[in-house]
Each structure stands twice: as structure tokens, then as C-alpha cells.
């Protein structure tokens, strides 16, 4: 006897034995039941979610002699019949190779004759979005009014390329994905048939390989299982064949980004090449692992939004210490677009290489997420006293050869301790005499002021990380920088427009902010009240005449 693939062995022969799709397989049999079976269905959803089966189970349901509770009873005439394919009342087109017009016209001539057994002619049109518009233009009407004994089914996995006047005359049925659960069930059910040993966690990774596709697990287990044949199936020996890599390098690869380690990156690249992984694979894999970090640290309850063990949840939880949120954020971003760019690639290797060293290295970016990343290197650094006065990033060096001292293309950076520090052990101090409301207005917005930057989003946020309120003579108000390339980067891009306008709103008056560059031998700044003439306590003013 010939072969049958796992998929065609395995498809459900009724409703109950269809898994993942509840909603839709009730709402069919309840139909049946009830006797109010429509015209026209459209079945959309993405591959291998069992469209066609249950497709299929319905047009032999309606045409059944002996239904039992809606669902077919796969032993009487017309079951069998439409099952072996040789019923003239169950007609399949694959629209994706019969999409012209003449097709849609046979179909139109033929609905006129009523069926010679059973009760419904049932059309199913697979890929129907593959119809030409001339096509669809003649299904059209037979598709509204069609004869009472007449059924139409249209599968696709592209509804958005379905004509709306189409759309209109179908019930539209949306299939899900499946479950990774319920696909790792029905895979182990299936092996114990198939007197296939295999290991839960290799079970559970090609049900997560298949995509929520029925089909493609099915596909991807047969594989696995012919290589390895009369032999265990391990977890290891799936990774080997679907060109997978474990979580386990994952972890390795992230602590090397961490340590901004590109020589050890590329060596564990080359061993996962040598491997002979698919590289596609590795960067779906890696983003997906990245994900669940994040949902680890933003997610109250993120046991229940992964699906592992409880080994593999805590080690991720320890791993996602590591990073913080944004950073966790900006890795993602990053795979998300290499992703994408990397099907159509020739040199796939080549562009992992530059997205690694891109996590690696923030100055690569030039986008504000970038600048952010570099900031947040900085604040590092200086909590861990480290000095900045190369006028460089963390761990770069100076480019051009120049003195530490000197402004290479770069704003000079100034350790803020050290600036902090110097500043406070200098005992020259200004004196500015400012009026009442000046005053008011100073003290307001100095009282507040740790509030109004910790309410700022994470850009501005962390330029105004560690400055302070002052008042200066000619500019008023200001806000005093003691790092240069903060400084500079708050007074572009209209950022302090965005303060000021702020502000204006949440004091209910016009206020205008400015900033200033303050270095450690510059003097303090005292703001006292203006002094008011003894006894009086009107404002003085001139009396028209």
C-alpha cells in the first residue's frame, strides 16, 4: 500500500475530531441542526488551520443520509462517495490554476442542474483571491442567487485581495491560528500511534516551529522523523534537522553584546554557520527570545503569556536582569528589521554581522533612539566615576590621534561628579536681586523642578538628568548645564519650544526658560528679593492729569 503523509493520514473525518477551530466547527453544526444553511461561506485564515478539512466535513454533513449530531456519519453512500473523491455533488476548484473566466462560466452553467443524488451541489473554491476580476465578475451573480440546492465554499489566506461585493454575499468565517498547546496535544496523540517515541520538549518546539499551522507541524514532524527513523526523538536531534538553534546560545550571545565583545559575537556566528543553521531561523529565534525577556520584565503575570518550563522561566528571568527595558527594546527593533531584510539577502551573514555590531555600538545610529542609547552609556559611566573628557563615547578611543583635551568632531563631555564636586568647593558666589514676582516665579520652578524633569519622556528626561534652576541677569530663568553635549542637545530640534510650552500650561501663564553652560570655576548663584522702600505697601505709580 502507498505511503500517506502524517497530514492527509491524520485530517479530521468530522466535526469532533477537528482541533483549534470551536468557534467556527459550533456555529456549522448548529446550522445543520437547525436547517438554516446559507448560500455562499468564505473561510479565511492562514495556511494549514483547516479551512479545506472543514470544508470538506460540511459538504459531506449537508449531503449525509444518516447526520449524526451535524456532523457526517462517514459510512453511508454519500459519505463515502464524497470522501473518495468520485461524487459529482462535491466539485474542487484551485483557483490559483483555473482563475479565468471561462472556468466561472462552467461552474454557471452547471448550477443549473439539480443534483441527481443527494441533497446539495457544493462548490469549493480553494485560493479564491487567485480569480482575475473578470472572473469574480461572473461569479457575482450566481454567487447573490444562486439555486436553493446549490453551495458555495471560497477559501483564501489573502481576504484583504477578495472583492467587496463578494465579501458582502458570504458569511465570512475567520480561522485561527492553533494553538501551541493544542498542536503539541495532537502531535503526541498522533505518535503514539505511529509507535514514535519522542521527548515533550521536542514535541513542543515543532508545534512552536509550525506558526499556529496544523499542517506545517504535521509536515515538519515527518521530516524529523524520517531522518531519525526508528530512533527517539530528542529535542536535540530536531534542532538538527530543522536548523534551529538552542536557547542555550542565545544566552552566550547576549552576555558577549553586553560586554560589547564583536570578535567573540562573530566567532559564535561562525559556529552557528558550521552548524549549518539556517540563518532566517536564528533571527526569528533570537527576536522571539528577546521578546519573552521583555515580557518577563514588563508583565505582571508572564508564566502565563510563555510557554516553558519553569527551569528555562527562571534562568530568563536572571538573564533579563541584565538589561533594561529600553535597551531591551532597541535590540528587538533592530532584529525586527533585520528580519525582514534578510529574506531577499544574498550575504545573510554579512548583514547579522553589521545588525550585532549595531547592538554593540549606538553611535552606528544616528535616530533619536540612538542618542538615547548613547546617553544612557554615559550615565553609566559616570555612576561608576568613570571619565569622560576624551570627548568620546564609552569605549572609544580618540579617533584622530588628538590630545584628551581637545574637541575631535565631538562635544568635549565633562565628568558631572567632578564638575559637581568643583563647584561646590568654590566659595566665590553672585548675588542677582531680582523683583517679587521674579521671584516667585524662580522659586516656583526651582521647588518643582525634579518633578518637571522626572515627567518629561526618556529623551528629554535624561538631557535634564542632574541640572538645576538659576537666574541670570540677561536671560532670566535658566536652566544650568554642566555637561556640554547635553547642553548643546536640549537646545536643538526645538526641545526647549516643547519645555516652555509645557510649562506655560501646567503654571497657567506664559513662561520662557532658557539654558546655561556653566563650568567648575564659575561662581555660585544667590537669588535674593529686590528690596522695597520702608512703610510703603502700595505700588507707586503716575497719576494722569
Given at each position: 500500500m502507498a ?6 493520514k491524520?485530517?479530521p473525518n ?19 441542526l ?17 479551512k479545506?478539512?472543514?470544508a ?27 470522501a473518495a ?8 476548484i ?14 454557471r452553467?452547471?448550477?443549473?442542474y439539480s443534483?441527481?443524488e ?7 473554491i ?7 476580476p ?9 454567487l ?7 453551495i458555495?465554499i471560497?477559501a483564501?489566506?489573502?481576504v484583504?485581495?477578495i472583492?467587496?461585493?463578494?465579501l ?7 480561522f ?8 503539541a496535544?495532537q502531535?503526541a ?6 509507535h ?18 496544523m ?41 558577549k553584546?553586553?560586554e560589547q ?14 552548524g ?7 533571527v526569528t529565534?533570537?527576536?522571539?527570545y528577546?521578546?519573552?525577556?521583555l ?14 518550563s ?21 535590540y528587538i ?9 534578510i529574506r ?17 555600538k549606538?553611535?552606528?545610529e ?7 542609547a ?8 559616570v555612576?561608576?566615576?568613570g571619565?569622560l573628557g ?12 588628538g590630545?584628551a583635551?581637545?574637541?575631535n568632531?565631538t ?6 561628579a567632578?564638575?559637581?564636586q568643583?563647584?561646590a ?6 548675588v ?13 520652578v526651582s521647588?518643582?523642578w ?16 542632574g541640572?538645576s534652576?538659576?537666574?541670570d541677569?540677561?536671560k532670566g ?5 554642566t ?12 526641545r ?5 510650552a509645557?510649562?506655560s ?8 526658560i ?11 548663584t ?20
Amino acid at each position: 500500500m502507498a505511503y500517506t503523509a502524517l497530514y492527509r493520514k491524520w485530517r479530521p473525518n468530522c466535526f469532533e475530531d477537528v482541533r483549534g477551530q470551536e468557534h467556527i466547527v459550533r456555529t456549522l453544526k448548529n446550522q445543520i441542526l437547525s436547517g438554516r444553511i446559507g448560500h455562499a461561506y468564505l473561510f479565511c485564515g492562514t495556511r494549514g488551520t483547516g479551512k479545506t478539512t472543514i470544508a470538506k466535513i460540511f459538504a459531506r454533513a449537508v449531503n449525509c443520509e444518516h447526520p449524526i449530531d451535524g456532523s457526517p456519519c462517514n459510512a453511508c453512500a454519500a459519505c463515502r462517495a464524497i470522501a473518495a473523491g468520485s461524487s459529482m455533488n462535491v466539485v474542487e476548484i484551485d483557483a490559483a490554476s483555473n482563475n479565468g473566466v471561462d472556468n466561472i462560466r462552467e461552474i454557471r452553467d452547471e448550477v443549473q442542474y439539480s443534483p441527481t443524488e443527494g441533497k446539495y451541489r457544493v462548490y469549493i473554491i480553494d485560493e479564491v483571491h487567485m480569480l482575475s476580476p473578470g472572473a469574480f465578475n461572473a461569479l457575482l451573480k450566481t454567487l447573490e442567487e444562486p439555486p436553493s440546492y446549490v453551495i458555495f465554499i471560497l477559501a483564501t489566506t489573502e481576504v484583504h485581495r477578495i472583492p467587496i461585493t463578494v465579501l458582502s454575499r458570504c458569511q465570512r468565517y475567520d480561522f485561527k491560528r492553533i494553538s501551541n498547546e493544542i498542536i503539541a496535544d495532537q502531535i503526541a496523540r498522533l505518535l503514539k500511534e505511529e509507535h514514535v517515541e519522542a521527548e515533550y520538549r521536542a514535541i513542543q518546539y515543532v508545534a512552536k516551529a509550525a506558526d499556529g499551522s496544523m499542517r506545517d507541524a504535521l509536515s515538519l514532524l515527518e521530516q524529523c522523523i524520517s531522518f531519525y527513523y526508528g530512533q527517539e526523538l530528542t529535542y536535540e536531534k530536531v534542532l538538527d534537522v530543522l536548523g534551529a538553534v538552542d536557547t542555550g546560545v542565545f544566552s552566550q550571545l547576549l552576555r558577549k553584546i553586553l560586554e560589547q565583545d564583536v570578535a567573540a559575537c562573530v566567532s559564535l556566528l561562525d559556529e552557528i554557520v558550521a552548524g549549518g543553521r539556517d540563518l532566517g531561523q536564528f533571527v526569528t529565534d533570537f527576536t522571539w527570545y528577546m521578546r519573552n525577556m521583555l515580557l518577563v520584565q514588563t508583565a505582571d503575570h508572564a508564566e502565563d503569556a510563555l510557554d516553558m518550563s519553569a527551569d528555562n522561566l527562571e534562568a530568563l528571568k536572571e538573564e533579563a536582569k541584565r538589561l533594561d527595558v529600553d535597551t531591551l527594546m532597541r535590540y528587538i527593533r533592530i532584529f525586527s528589521e533585520l528580519s525582514s531584510q534578510i529574506r531577499f539577502a544574498v550575504s545573510k551573514r554579512v548583514l547579522i554581522e553589521i545588525a550585532l555590531i549595531k547592538l554593540m555600538k549606538p553611535a552606528m545610529e544616528t535616530d533619536l533612539e540612538g542618542l538615547h542609547a548613547r546617553i544612557r552609556a554615559l550615565e553609566d559611566l559616570v555612576a561608576r566615576g568613570g571619565n569622560l573628557g576624551n570627548g568620546g563615547l564609552p569605549g572609544q578611543s580618540d579617533r584622530t590621534g588628538g590630545s584628551a583635551g581637545e574637541n575631535n568632531g565631538t562635544f568635549p563631555l565633562q565628568n558631572s561628579a567632578e564638575a559637581f564636586q568643583s563647584s561646590a568647593s568654590n566659595e566665590e558666589e553672585l548675588v542677582v536681586e531680582v523683583s517679587e514676582a521674579q521671584y516667585a516665579d524662580y522659586e516656583q520652578v526651582s521647588r518643582d523642578w525634579n518633578k518637571i524633569v522626572a515627567g518629561q519622556g526618556c529623551l528629554i528626561g535624561s538631557l535634564l538628568k542632574g541640572t538645576s534652576i538659576s537666574y541670570d541677569p540677561a536671560k532670566g530663568i535658566c536652566i544650568l548645564f554642566t555637561n556640554k553635549f547635553n547642553y548643546a542637545a536640549m537646545n536643538i530640534q526645538g526641545r526647549m519650544e516643547e519645555l516652555n510650552a509645557l510649562l506655560s500650561q501646567q503654571y497657567q501663564r506664559e513662561f520662557h526658560i532658557t539654558t546655561k553652560l556653566v563650568g567648575a570655576t564659575d561662581p555660585k548663584t544667590k537669588v535674593v528679593r529686590g528690596t522695597r522702600l520702608p512703610g510703603i505697601e502700595m505700588d507707586i505709580g503716575m497719576e494722569e492729569e
